[in-house]
């Protein structure tokens, strides 16, 4: 039986942004568009989801700590960027002609 073990990531900025970090943006809108999940629900999801991302034993886990934190930074930034669409979707809508 094998025991949880920690993969150890690449204390480096290697391939930091790759194709991922579109999925990552593009999720992140999608996430937004649930009208009950806030920011601090983003931040504890993307965090907990890379920590799990270090014992997971998959090679596309196993990844550098600067991919780590720009992954963050996409889930981020694509949830801000959707939720500030539809901000302005919905002030959009409401001014009468």
């Known amino acids: 039986m094998k025991l949880l073990q920690m993969n150890e990531p690449f204390y480096t900025f290697n391939d930091s942004i790759n194709y991922y970090s579109v999925i990552h943006f593009i999720e992140y809108i999608i996430l937004s568009l649930i009208p009950f ?46 939720k500030t669409l539809l901000k302005y979707k919905r002030n959009k809508n409401s001014i009468l002609p």
């Open 37 to 82: 999940v806030k920011f601090v629900h983003v931040a504890v999801l993307s965090v907990f989801w890379e920590i799990i991302e270090l014992f997971i034993d998959q090679e596309w886990a196993k990844e550098s700590g600067g991919n780590k934190l720009f992954d963050i930074f996409f889930n981020f930034s694509g949830f801000v960027f959707g």
